[in-house]
Nanobody, 117 residues
Framework: QVQLVESGGGLVQAGGSLRLSCAAS????????MNWFRQAPGKEREFVAR???????RYADSVKGRFTISRDSAKNTVALQMNSLKPEDTAVYYC???????????WGQGTQVTVSS
């Protein structure tokens, strides 16, 4: 079992930065692929970024060059550094863990990010 708890959301002006964190419980955290998703009001949940247990990353085109995902296996955390934020980045951001790519076995509760114009 893995439990995920996100933090770091908030209100920021366009062009600003936020750093989200996801704290994971469970001894096998280092073997999971860690992902960030987001869901804006009235829209479907969409993939944002992922990082494998070997540190390989992938990003959605909409955030490439602005967001950076990282993980600290010693602390069982994964972070999402978000720079140059835009109003269209406004959403609830979710952390998800899976044993394989494109599999999402565990989800956090989400953290709200609001970017004002």
């Amino acid at each position: 079992q893995v439990q995920l708890v996100e933090s770091g959301g908030g209100l920021v002006q366009a062009g600003g930065s936020l750093r989200l964190s996801c704290a994971a419980s469970g001894r096998t955290f280092s073997t999971y692929v860690m992902n960030w998703f987001r869901q804006a009001p009235g829209k479907e949940r969409e993939f944002v970024a992922r990082i494998t247990w070997t540190g390989i990353t992938r990003y959605a085109d909409s955030v490439k060059g602005r967001f950076t995902i990282s993980r600290d296996s010693a602390k069982n955390t994964v972070a999402l550094q978000m720079n140059s934020l835009k109003p269209e980045d406004t959403a609830v951001y979710y952390c998800a863990a899976g044993l394989k790519l494109n599999e999402y076995d565990y989800w956090g509760q989400g953290t709200q990010v609001t970017v004002s114009s």
